[in-house]
């Protein structure tokens, strides 16, 4: 059998094989299926690349390929395509077959989409004909010298002055004729001038109204168009669709499936935002804790020394009011001098200013009984 790129069989005996074509470093027993994936000819020899179908690769010579391929007296056997080829030739097959069925039903579209087209009738054309069948063209051809005359018309009767001059001049005639001949010609020009106008302004009226109905009749073709085409276009979008998701597999049920999964990690996103924002909030908060903690601690030691002061301060002062006691008793008793202390720290406990008075007089007497 001639060997080629691309063959799968049975080896009827084992085989060595290499990393490069000459080399031999491996082998493949009988019985095992290889693969040619490549050949080489290095200095007139023919080398194969062989793939061990579940194992590795390498090289061996074409000669010890083929003779392993035929085995001691036997043959090996040839196989044929792996299932994996098979399955991915079917789908192969079957995207052909597709994408031909797809080009087949988008041509039919494109041709009836312009038979549709090519059928109606251009709008030029539109135009022209529901233009002759209002007369328009006819009413354009009458207005058209009713307007030439009223022009010439109203030339004539703004040169009238200078025309009657002209025509007088060097005559006998009298200042008060020539205004004569004046009024009786300017008469004349205006009335053919309202004359015409008139016919002017009622073929006028006629063509803006005829003008007026050809616009509403291009705009209900219009419309009949529309509505005509929309089956039309309905089938191409809807093909449009299916073509796009039958050649790229995105089917309604994947993104359907993508949308949700968008959805959720939305959702995660936004839990994730709202938790670490949770957790910015008690960081904040715990800071705030240390802070009030170290305030209210310097404030506690504050406050006991400045307790310890006035404990000290109160002990001088009872001190220094039992000796004012006992200067001013004289020869008292000290169940008097007693009675007089609890008299007076009774006194300072229920009325705070005389407590402030009585801390300055003992203050002034402690020089005294110093």
Do not use: C
């Not at 080629?4 to 299926?33: H, W, Y």
């Not at 073509?243 to 839990?271: C, M, P, Y």
């Amino acid at each position: 059998m001639a060997l080629s790129v691309g063959q799968t069989f049975k080896l009827g005996k084992g085989i060595r094989t290499g990393v490069a074509p000459g080399g031999s470093q491996f082998g493949v027993g009988a019985g095992q299926s290889v693969k040619i994936i490549g050949s080489r000819n290095v200095g007139g020899q023919q080398f194969f690349d062989i793939k061990h179908i579940g194992g590795g690769t390498g090289w061996t010579t074409g000669a010890g390929l083929q003779a392993a391929f035929s085995g001691s007296g036997g043959a090996g056997k040839k196989i044929g395509p792996s299932a994996e080829s098979i399955v991915a030739k079917a789908a192969e097959q079957k995207i052909l077959k597709q994408q031909a069925g797809l080009k087949k039903e988008g041509a039919a579209i494109q041709s009836e989409f312009e038979q549709f087209v090519s059928g109606q009738e251009a709008v030029p054309d539109l135009r022209r004909r529901l233009g002759e069948e209002l007369g328009i063209p006819e009413l354009s051809a009458q207005l058209e010298p009713l307007r030439q005359q009223a022009l010439k018309l109203g030339g004539d009767l703004f040169r009238l002055p200078g025309d009657v001059e002209a025509r007088t001049r060097g005559s006998l005639i009298t200042e008060s004729q020539t205004r004569l001949l004046e009024q009786r010609a300017g008469k004349e020009l205006g009335a053919q001038l309202r004359d015409i106008s008139l016919a002017q302004e009622l073929f006028a009226g006629q063509l803006t109204g005829a003008q007026t109905e050809l616009v509403a009749e291009l705009s209900a073709f219009g419309q009949q168009y529309a509505r005509e085409l929309l089956p039309l276009q309905v089938k191409i979008t809807s093909f449009s669709e299916r073509a796009a998701r039958e050649s790229s597999s995105f089917s309604t049920a994947v993104q359907n499936t993508l949308n949700a999964s968008l959805q959720g990690i939305q959702r995660l996103s936004d839990i994730a935002e709202n938790e670490l924002q949770r957790i910015h909030d008690m960081a904040l908060q715990e800071q705030q804790f240390v802070n009030d903690l170290k305030k209210i601690s310097a404030q506690g030691a504050i406050s006991a020394t400045a307790q310890g002061k006035q404990t000290a301060k109160e002990a001088e002062k009872n001190n220094i009011l039992s000796q004012i006691s006992k200067s001013l008793a004289g020869g008292q008793s000290a169940q008097g001098t007693a009675g007089l202390q609890a008299m007076s720290r009774k006194a300072l406990a229920q009325y705070p200013q005389f407590q402030k008075e009585i801390d300055a007089l003992v203050d002034s007497f402690r020089f005294i009984v110093k």
